[in-house]
Antibody, heavy 116, light 111 residues
Framework: QVHLQQSGPGLVNPSQTLSLTCAIS??????????WNWIRQSPSRGLEWLGR?????????GYGESVKSRITINSDTSKNQFSLHLNSVTPEDTAVYYC??????WGQGTLVTVSS | QSVLTQPPSASGTPGQRVTISCSGS????????VNWYQQLPGTAPKVLIY???QRPSGVPDRFSGSKSGTSASLAISGLQSEDEADYYC????????????FGGGTKLTVL
């Protein structure tokens, strides 16, 4: 049973970088069958897919169009985790952020507020 | 506006069967499988159905999913008070280099 545990700050200053980490238990971040996603949820945007990383003989990434120019998702095999980095944030990036394997499990969520 | 279309609300009485629809297009539901998620108030979404009709271990068989063409449905039989939650459908969309898309959610009320 895969379990995802998120960590990271709940408050980010405007123009700075939002960084969150998702620790995986019950599977490997370099599994050849899993994909690891970041999604956010806000009243104005609903559920919005941000991007994913996955390993299929090599690492692959895919990003949503709305954040494509600002987002990086990477993985750390030594810690069995993957991370989200979203730069140049504005108050519109305020949301609950989730990591997920969309076929199996979601993290607990992190409310991130962008404010000075 | 969400890419997948769900009714904003649904309701039923205990023991009843309710269905929630999810409408998409040829680039998402028409070509790819559908997942359903249950979100209880103040909690993270939980996988209810994946790949159209597969239930993770621990999900009661009162919950079932189906897909036909560019639409999908979630059925809940023997409705219980603890089923009161928001329900979301999701599918991979092949447009714009590929992305997951979601429905706007259906708030289920158990009367």
């Amino acid at each position: 049973q895969v379990h995802l545990q998120q960590s990271g700050p709940g408050l980010v200053n405007p123009s700075q970088t939002l960084s969150l980490t998702c620790a995986i238990s019950g599977d490997s971040v370099s599994s050849n069958s899993a994909t690891w996603n970041w999604i956010r949820q806000s009243p104005s945007r609903g559920l919005e897919w941000l991007g994913r990383t996955y390993f299929r003989s090599k690492w692959n990434n895919g990003y949503g169009e709305s954040v494509k120019s600002r987002i990086t998702i990477n993985s750390d095999t030594s810690k069995n985790q993957f991370s989200l980095h979203l730069n140049s944030v504005t108050p519109e990036d305020t949301a609950v952020y989730y990591c997920a394997d969309l076929d199996r499990a979601w993290g607990q969520g992190t409310l991130v507020t962008v404010s000075s | 506006q969400s890419v997948l279309t769900q009714p904003p609300s649904a309701s039923g009485t205990p023991g009843q069967r309710v269905t929630i629809s999810c409408s998409g297009s040829s680039s998402n539901i028409g070509r790819n499988t559908v997942n359903w998620y249950q979100q209880l108030p103040g909690t993270a979404p939980k996988v209810l159905i994946y790949r159209n009709d597969q239930r993770p271990s621990g999900v009661p068989d009162r919950f079932s999913g189906s897909k036909s063409g560019t639409s999908a449905s979630l059925a809940i039989s023997g409705l219980q008070s603890e089923d009161e939650a928001d329900y979301y459908c999701a599918a991979w969309d092949d447009r714009l280099n590929g992305r997951w898309v979601f429905g706007g959610g259906t708030k289920l009320t158990v009367l």
